[in-house]
């Protein structure tokens, strides 16, 4: 009876050992984001390939998925349109704005993580895909947000002639190995 006990144990530990060596940790320090909106004037947009992400692949599932975008790394273009953008979402004090989630599969589906920008943090829920290149995963996500429910007034300026939508599109194209 010991002995199959001992062979049970075993399995279960070369199990776990083996779930161990299977996972490859990715990263990328080349994420491209793209964050667009209106305003009374015309449209606009800022981009950004100097976000980060990292996880770890197991199976089909991707976990431990993070995200960070130095706040200021977001660029329009127009120097007075960006600063405008920095001040509304307090960039000075809050340098970072992160996307954690627990998973992600492989496909077409949703992921589902906490996005933090300023001091605020929500459960966000979009939809992505997820495709496998060999050793290396695209990500794609775009959805919709508003700054005012993380405690962002629409930025305006022209003495409040021109104001900017509550509403925004945020892409992330991340390519990670």
Do not use: R
């Amino acid at each position: 009876m010991k002995k199959a006990v001992n062979f049970k144990m075993m399995l279960l530990a070369f199990g776990l050992f083996a779930g161990l060596v299977s996972a490859q940790k990715i990263s990328s320090n080349n994420v491209k984001t793209t964050v667009s909106g209106t305003s009374t004037l015309h449209d606009w947009t800022m981009t950004s390939t100097a976000g980060t992400f990292t996880g770890t692949v197991s199976g089909n599932t991707i976990t431990d998925v993070k995200y960070v975008l130095g706040s200021k790394t977001l660029k329009s273009g127009k120097g007075p349109m960006d600063n405008n953008a920095y001040k509304a979402i307090q960039a000075d004090k809050f340098p970072s704005i992160t996307f954690t989630a627990t998973s992600v599969n492989i496909g077409k589906g949703t992921i589902t993580g906490k996005l933090t920008v300023t001091n605020v943090t929500k459960t966000v829920e979009f939809p992505v895909a997820v495709a496998k290149n060999g050793n290396s995963y695209t990500i794609n996500g775009t959805e919709s947000i508003k700054m005012s429910d993380y405690g962002i007034t629409p930025p305006s300026f022209m003495m409040n002639t021109v104001k900017t939508g509550d509403e925004i599109k945020v892409s992330v194209n991340v390519v990670a190995q």
